[in-house]
């Protein structure tokens, strides 16, 4: 016959945790006409990846065959390949013992939609795609790692199968791909704008079932977030924020509210300003459980509206977060349910302005007097949720806002409502922290209302709120949402 196989018979011996390991047999055409092996069907028990193309005369090429099954015991399977060299087939040979079958084993033969990996292979955009090293099946929630010598950028438990690079700016990247039961995976990759299908392939790892679990409150990400640069000190901060605003209001007019004005300091001279640890940690959940009592006469007039006697005027601009993300648990929803009782109680002295971000920042609700309540309504019925989170801009342009509308002796507000973090290349978190503090100075606060329970950006947002001068808010339930932002505002609009 003009081929050799080797092995002829591929022995696993005795497996322990048995989770579908790759038999490889080396197939070499010994005749003297090229050899080309016929599609093998689809089964559900056994997967073979046969050579693609013609095998040459003396060249060899590998074969690799997968056999699943949710059964132990003695293993002995053979297998039929044809190829044009030969009308007889050629055999494969499997045998060993399954002792115990690993809780992330497959059990048969998954299918692969070849359509979507041909498009992925024809669409030449930049984009990464990770795979099952054994199996070479397409897997999601991955958590990426891009960095450099100038970014770190991370994608948590993405459920994309193709992650778009198109946004990533061009250079020389490691990548760090990670996953509950695999190794980690470590690739140096290029980025531009033609880089093309990039394939990473990660290797399981034999570990216990519990470890494959997810925490119920990880959110999955589908976006990039730049994480802030290690070992940048305040002056390299605030020399990035001046530079990044002097190309954002080039070639404009500017007029002093337009811009972020930060005086130049001794490095030396820059302190964290000390906030204490209950300020910090500090939340709502004991006073949001309940919906708030508006039959209060002290706090509400006859009309369900805040007594003007109590509370002076309300300069309120809400940056929403309406990426993607922000449909899970019924995010929006709840911020929606908040947003109308606090329009309820909002008087024609109290103005409010609706910004949202998601892929970009959108003034949606320009200043707008309280009692327009049908208005404001309509506004946040129509608020929908997709896309990224570029929130940075979206902060900048709402203090320009809250600037251009300030009320002498009022409450000049920002509240931010968000679950993660922001997306910017260009602004940090420490950026966004000393502008949160200097505004304070100013008289306009910020407080944040915060959905999830994710460690780095419940630190983002609590530490926002501390800067600002605001207080960190949680809504995670109906009644929390009934009674939030109108204890808020209540609060913050209090006469002294």
Known sequence: MSQELNPRVFNFGKVSMWNNPPA??????????????LPVPYQRNIQI??????????????IVVHYYTDEGGNLSVRQDLYHSGSDDPLKIVLKGKILSIHPDAYTECPKVDKSKADLRLESGLASLTVYDKETGLVINGVDVLLQNNERRLVMENTRK????????????????????????????????????AIAVY???????EESFARSSDEDPTDEFIELEPEGEDDMDAIERLRKWTDEKYKNRRIVERDVLVITETDTNEI?????????????????TNEPIETSTMEDLDGRGLLNS????SNNLVMLIDVSGSMKIREKLDLLKTSMKQ?????????????ITYSSRSEVVLESCPGDRKDLIYATIDSLTAKGNSFGAEGMLTAYRIAHENFIPGGNNQIILATDGLFNSREISNKDLYDLALEEREKGVSISVIGFGKKNEPRQFMQTIAARGGGNFIEINSQSQASSALVTEIMEKALVE
């Open 161 to 196: 199968e193709l992650i778009d690079l198109t946004g990533i700016p061009m250079g020389l990247y490691n990548v760090k791909i990670s996953k509950p039961g695999y190794k980690e995976a470590n690739q140096s990759i290029y980025v531009n704008r033609h880089s093309g």
């Open 271 to 287: 302190k964290e300003p000390e906030i204490a640890e209950s300020h910090i940690e500090q939340t709502r959940a004991d006073s």
């Open 24 to 37: 490889r047999f080396e197939f070499t055409n010994t005749g003297s006409s090229p050899v080309i092996f």
């Open 202 to 208: 990660i290797e399981r790892a034999l570990i216990s």
């Open 309 to 312: 006697d109590k509370y002076v």
């Open 342 to 354: 606090m329009t309820g109680v909002m008087r024609s002295q109290d103005m409010l302005t609706i």
């Open 49 to 62: 990846a046969i050579p693609k193309g013609y095998i040459q005369p003396g060249a060899s090429a590998e």
